[in-house]
């Protein structure tokens, strides 16, 4: 099973502080083993929310080691992450790696 450093097997996603008074510039749901919206756009300075819409847990892992991702985020739950920088963020989940998702911040 995947677990996220420093953390036990199972721990729950909670949108941090700084994600949670951002302005939120884009949801992605996560439903049927898919990113909905596996591209989107947004400005520096915003959030990005993910909703898990599925049954089982997923995560938000992104591509590049300077961004530090999610942990599993369980069904129901809600994770946000605040870009603050413009560029191109790949990402995925580590339990079905067949997701992937791009955040694009201008």
Not at 14 to 22: C, I
Request: proline share 10%; aromatic share 8%; charged share 10%.
């Amino acid at each position: 099973p995947w677990s996220h450093p420093g953390k036990a097997p199972g721990w729950e996603a909670e949108e941090p502080a700084a994600a949670l008074a951002a302005p939120v510039g884009a949801v992605v749901t996560i439903k049927n083993l898919k990113y909905v919206a596996d591209t989107v756009v947004i400005t520096a300075g915003q959030a990005v929310r993910w909703v898990n819409q599925d049954p089982v847990p997923h995560s938000v892992t992104f591509d590049a080691a300077d961004q530090a991702g999610s942990p599993l985020i369980a069904s129901g739950r809600v994770y946000a992450h605040l870009f603050t920088k413009p560029g191109m963020y790949t990402y995925h989940c580590i339990p079905h790696p067949v997701m992937h998702g791009v955040v694009i911040v201008q």
